[in-house]
């Protein structure tokens, strides 16, 4: 079986109460349970002025 290293930007726009990393979590979760991916973890995160 082949495996590939798949890097994906995601840019999110979210109100002040949530927090990025519930985010990135939930992101990683519906990746793994849709696409039934092996892994699916978030290597870095970067909070950018708007």
């Known amino acids: 079986m082949k495996r590939t ?3 994906v930007k995601v840019e999110l726009d979210y ?5 990025a990393e519930r985010l990135a979590a939930e ?3 519906v990746i793994r ?4 991916v092996r ?3 978030v290597s870095s995160m970067i909070d950018r002025d708007n």
């Open 5 to 7: 290293d798949l890097y």
């Open 15 to 19: 109100d002040d109460e949530e927090k």
């Open 39 to 41: 892994k699916a973890e």
């Open 33 to 36: 349970r849709v696409y039934g």
């Open 27 to 29: 992101i990683c979760r």
